[in-house]
């Protein structure tokens, strides 16, 4: 079972769309629509901001969306802000009842 | 509102048994709708999910920690419970609990514990 592959590092200035890669395989990202994203902020918990591969939860802005082909999802932040600045985790069903998270990206506002 | 709240030592010798509590509170951890999750975040590192439990007892492991690691559930205290025999080093983690449906995402997380491995 490995770690979802992400990028170590995206970065933008303030107002522009980044956008955060999470590629797994077939049998984990590609079978299942059951990616999840995750923001975590220095010393806090990582907090839900994307399930399903699309979908928000109640609360969070309308600045992220994600989207899924094949084997990659992605996490899109719209008009860049300083407060987007954090690490942020992709997360898959893996099937066989396990879960695996990517290797995480630190995103940058500039 | 759930909450979900890590309770512990924070610190554990080589090869002893690290563990750890997680109380539910403004829910019910009986709940046939949801398991319950463990995962760990090393210092500095990336999140990785260690397991997971359902209220009757059935139990869910990352393939990598399975031999070292029993997961338990007590509903009259509205707890869950992790223990994991033979660390080390490595083991050192904050580890937080969290609520999912399964298969699924985990969208309610405890504030995280962190457990230090040393002698």
């Known amino acids: 079972q490995s770690a979802l592959t992400q990028p170590a590092s995206v970065s933008g200035p303030p107002g522009q769309s980044i956008t955060i890669s999470c590629t797994g395989t077939n049998s984990d990202v590609g079978t299942y629509n059951l990616v999840s994203w995750y923001q975590q902020h220095p010393d806090k918990a990582p907090k839900l901001m994307i399930y399903e591969a699309t979908k928000r939860p109640s609360g969070v802005s309308n600045r992220f969306s994600g989207s899924k082909s094949g084997n990659t999802a992605s996490l899109t932040i719209s008009g860049l802000q300083a407060e987007d600045e954090a690490d942020y985790y992709c997360?898959?069903?893996?099937?066989?009842?396990?879960?695996?998270f990517g290797t995480g990206t630190k995103v940058t506002v500039l | 509102q759930l909450q979900l709240q890590e309770s512990g030592p924070g610190l554990v010798k080589p090869s002893e048994t690290l563990s750890l509590t997680c109380t539910v509170s403004g829910g019910f951890v009986w709940s046939s709708s949801y398991y319950w999750g463990w995962i760990r975040q090393p210092p500095g590192k990336g999140l990785e999910w260690i397991g997971s439990?359902?209220?009757?007892?059935?139990?869910y492991h990352n393939p990598s920690l399975k031999s070292r690691l029993t997961m338990s559930v007590e509903t009259s205290k509205n707890q869950f419970s992790l223990k994991l025999s033979s660390v080390t080093a490595a083991d050192t983690a904050v580890y937080y609990c969290?609520?999912?449906?399964?298969?699924?995402?985990?969208?309610?997380w405890g504030q995280g514990t962190m457990v230090t491995v040393s002698s």
């Open positions: 997360c898959s069903y893996a099937g066989d009842t396990t879960y695996v």
């Open positions: 969290a609520r999912h449906p399964h298969p699924g995402t985990f969208d309610i």
């Open positions: 439990i359902y209220y009757s007892g059935s139990t």
